[in-house]
T-cell receptor, first 116, second 113 residues
């Protein structure tokens, strides 16, 4: 079965550089979520998109932006990178339409970002 | 604020022993509850989920969890630990209408030979 695809899997950047992370949801899924997991930390919700519109916003820094495109893939753009941005970034997708509130999220393998 | 508490950041059990990982949520409204496992340098894999159907939920790899509303708990158990169970386990909650997951701080399970 198709899974959530994230690219790149690993990314190394210098401080103050920019990075773009991509997420391709499972086919027919209409919602994408982004999470950040710092070293030894639990995943923290950043932002989500439902049908290409921002749905919910968590602890996402102003330096970060994201969007969901017409083909439902999503990109997380990170500018002015800081050392503290080094983390594992997960994307998850779900099919929300028509549900009563429960929706199971399927997680991608993550992108490990290292900021030097 | 809604939160998830996982008691014990590190748990060690002997191979063949019972595994018990604790998860408590803090809200008056019962959430949807999930347990995920994360192996080193890998993503999150769903073990099991509670979606207001049966309170005893069976998952993959012999794990199960019981939802207890009176205790606001959703503890994860496995009768007999295997070396391959060594990993990080996360409890997560989601509430109707919000969809995002709130994760607990995780419990690292170590299985001793």
């Amino acid at each position: 079965a198709a899974g959530v695809i994230q690219s790149p899997r690993h990314l190394i950047k210098e401080k103050r550089e920019t990075a773009t992370l991509k997420c391709y949801p499972i086919p027919r899924h209409d919602t994408v979520y982004w999470y950040q997991q710092g070293p030894g930390q639990d995943p923290q919700f950043l932002i989500s998109f439902y049908e290409k519109m921002q749905s919910d916003k968590g602890s996402i820094p102003d330096r970060f932006s994201a969007q969901q495109f017409s083909d439902y893939h999503s990109e997380l753009n990170m500018s002015s990178l800081e050392l503290g941005d080094s983390a594992l970034y997960f994307c998850a997708s779900s099919f929300r339409s028509g549900t009563s509130g429960y929706n199971e999220q399927f997680f991608g393998p993550g992108t490990r970002l290292t900021v030097l | 604020a809604q939160s998830v508490t996982q008691l014990g950041s590190h748990v060690s059990v002997s191979e063949g022993a019972l595994v018990l990982l604790r998860c408590n949520y803090s809200s008056s409204v019962p959430p949807y509850l999930f347990w995920y496992v994360q192996y080193p340098n890998q993503g999150l894999q769903l073990l099991l989920k509670y979606t207001s159907a049966a309170t005893l939920v069976k998952g993959i790899n012999g794990f199960e969890a019981e939802f207890k509303k009176s205790e606001t708990s959703f503890h994860l158990t496995k009768p007999s630990a295997h070396m391959s169970d060594a990993a990080e386990y996360f409890c997560a909650v989601s509430y109707s209408g919000t969809y995002k997951y709130i994760f607990g701080t995780g419990t690292r399970l170590k299985v001793l030979a």
